[in-house]
């Protein structure tokens, strides 16, 4: 079973704070994401990253940053956390989903179990 | 912009009723299609997929979607809920990068 890992499942940070959101997987994917989940907004793309050290933004990177030092680990950085990042944040991976390798659409997307993040 | 719209926000249908959650997008080109499940206080999971061959595909308990690409529709169907179908489901699809585009999501609630 693909296992997908979120460092938290509930945080509290105050404005201001800088803040660490892990993701751990184990397949050896080489896609991870990070989605915010809003009610209402269904989920929204804030990074993704196709291979260690590469990133490329979502549809909300603002106010965010990210960091993939190591394949099967994907960092979500809030460097001041602000009210309105309240959210529940989830991270997924996926293998390469096909449309940019040459139609070997072996996989998709398997997600964690998401981290409730509040800030004061 | 690429985008992807779920028709409905809330329904509620009693058991056995029969079910059709809309779900299109905006793209042009090739896609791949999902429908997820989010069952109250669990992950998101996978419920169905369309990558290629038949358009109408049947994923786990009972679901099926079928992709109508003159329409760029992948409509999400049941033909007999449960009460444990309550859940929120989201349709998504993946474009020309390995970006997944989600709804909004539908909340459908079952009354037993």
């Known amino acids: 079973d693909v296992k997908v890992t979120q460092s938290s499942r509930y945080l509290v940070k105050r404005t201001g704070e800088k803040v660490f959101l892990e993701c751990v997987q184990d397949?050896?994917?080489?896609?991870m994401f990070w989605y915010r989940q809003d009610p209402g907004l269904g989920l929204r793309l804030i990074y993704f990253?196709?291979?260690?050290?590469?990133?490329e933004k979502g549809d909300i990177p603002e106010g965010y940053s990210v960091s993939r030092e190591k394949k099967e680990r994907f960092s979500l950085i809030l460097e001041s956390a602000s009210t309105n990042q309240t959210s529940m944040y989830l991270c997924?991976?996926?293998?390469?989903?096909?449309?940019?390798?040459?139609?070997?659409?072996?996989?998709?997307?398997?997600f964690g179990p998401g981290t409730r993040l509040t800030v004061l | 912009a690429q985008s992807v719209s779920q028709h409905n926000h809330h329904v509620i249908l009693s058991e056995a009723a029969s079910l059709e959650l809309g779900c299109n997008y905006s793209?042009?080109?090739?896609?791949?299609l999902f429908w997820y499940v989010q069952y109250p206080g669990q992950h998101l999971q996978l419920l169905l997929k369309?990558?290629?061959?038949?358009?109408l595909v049947k994923g786990i308990k009972g679901f099926e979607a079928e992709f109508i690409k003159s329409k760029f529709s992948f409509n999400l169907r049941k033909p007999s809920v449960q009460w444990s179908d309550t859940a929120e489901y989201f349709c998504?699809?993946?474009?020309?990068?390995?970006?997944?585009?989600f709804g909004k999501g539908t909340r459908l609630h079952i009354l037993p």
């Open positions: 997924a991976s996926s293998f390469l989903l096909g449309l940019t390798s040459g139609g070997d659409t072996t996989d998709t997307q398997y």
């Open positions: 397949m050896d994917h080489e896609n």
């Open positions: 990253s196709y291979d260690v050290k590469m990133k």
């Open positions: 793209y042009g080109g090739t896609v791949n």
């Open positions: 369309y990558f290629s061959g038949d358009p």
């Open positions: 998504a699809v993946n474009m020309w990068d390995d970006k997944i585009i």
